[in-house]
């Protein structure tokens, strides 16, 4: 039998590659590969919530109605004022709620008092030459040891905070007219408190819509920043899904106060932002934490992407939390059948998260652990 010779062998094996990179090119164009590989996802990406992690949401007493920064001083006082609050409400002590407002009041405004003092200091000119290398040196590495142990001893803090500003709620001296009857900010205090301190439901339902961020772009004038094409969808999808779920709007990624002013103008008010996370697993770290601060969603609503939306879910079920996936266009549509440029959009996002999606459950993944 008649040996085929070697260069006709590399011939063929060249023809049969060719052949075959040529199919699927012609393959990725057309509809058929980016929702196969979407399905795909869907089947292999675990999203079974992680019971440790959900033990931080398990509270289920979501509020958006105050502002202040999660962990801020803010913040802590207005926790040691429900929680003072509240014992005089279980201790019957209502004569005093009138005073435990005007102490708070009053501690707001020393905390406020504070931190501007703090950004007038920060904000005083330094001259140059009395900074010398080794006073700088010595001023990056206590920088450094402080960023790097600030985080374990952060729950420390919030707690001796807290004690201390329960004692002045509790012991602080100040005027307050006999008569001067319970405002309609304590009112509300008082309801809020009462909805807080009821069972938490033990069901499915969704207790915040989650929108992630999908990028920033250029004003037609070429000088705004405004939010583009991915992000408007998912904004729009978010006006759809507020009409039925009257729920908090959590607004993830650096595009939040971009996204909060759009909806703002559609009359939508999103009071939650995480506006620190620079990719996805940042995106469900920081607002699962953010979440839990504000009182813990066993389960959310998540707006994103039908191709960014398994690579979520499994990251938000890692943190504790389950979600109920709404997925919101694309800013192209797939054809029919045809091969189209249109379709090769849609298989290049979705090969981006197959491969991300394999790197975070192969490798791990590289996101900062608090915002």
């Not at 809020?192 to 999908?214: E, F, R």
């Not at 940042?282 to 934490?289: A, G």
Request: charged share 25%.
């Amino acid at each position: 039998m008649r040996k085929t010779p070697w260069i006709v062998r590399i011939v063929q094996i060249a023809a049969l590659m060719f052949a075959f990179f040529g199919c699927l090119t012609v393959f990725i164009y057309t509809p058929f590969y980016s929702q196969m590989i979407v399905k795909a996802l869907n089947y292999f990406v675990p999203v079974e919530v992680n019971e440790v992690a959900a033990q931080s949401q398990k509270m289920a007493s979501l509020s958006d109605q105050d502002s202040y920064e999660p962990g801020s001083d803010l913040w802590i006082a207005r926790q040691a004022y429900l929680k003072v609050m509240e014992e005089a409400l279980q201790n019957k002590e209502t004569a005093d709620l009138a005073l435990i407002q005007a102490r708070y009041k009053a501690l707001q405004q020393l905390i406020d008092e504070a931190h501007q003092k703090e950004e007038d200091e920060q904000e005083k000119p330094k001259v140059p030459l009395l900074v010398n290398a080794e006073s700088e040196t010595e001023a990056s590495s206590a920088s450094e040891v402080q960023a790097q142990h600030i985080f374990d001893i952060t729950t420390h803090l919030d707690k001796e905070q807290m004690q201390k500003y329960v004692t002045f709620l509790k012991t602080h001296e100040i005027e307050l007219a006999a008569s001067e009857p319970v405002n309609d900010e304590t009112i509300e205090d008082i309801a809020l408190i009462k909805d807080q301190n009821k069972p938490a439901v033990q069901h499915a339902d969704p207790y915040a819509i989650v929108v992630l961020g999908g990028g920033l772009t250029l004003d037609k004038n070429r000088k705004d920043i405004i939010v583009n094409e991915y992000t408007r969808l998912r904004l729009e999808t978010t006006l759809e899904v507020k009409k039925k779920y009257n729920l908090p709007i959590v607004l993830s990624g650096v595009e939040a106060p971009y996204m909060q002013r759009w909806l703002k103008e559609h009359d939508v008010d999103a009071k939650l932002l995480e506006d620190r996370s620079m990719n996805t697993c940042e995106n469900t770290r920081f607002s699962s934490l953010l979440l839990q601060k504000k009182g813990g969603a066993p389960t959310v609503i998540l707006i994103t992407d039908r191709y960014h939306m398994p690579r979520t879910r499994r990251l938000f079920a890692l943190n504790g939390i389950e979600t109920v996936p709404l997925e919101a266009p694309m800013p192209s549509q797939l054809t029919a059948w045809q091969p189209s440029e249109k379709n090769y959009d849609h298989s290049r996002r979705a090969n981006y998260e197959m491969l991300a999606a394999m790197r975070d459950m192969w490798v791990g993944t590289e996101c900062r652990e608090v915002p």
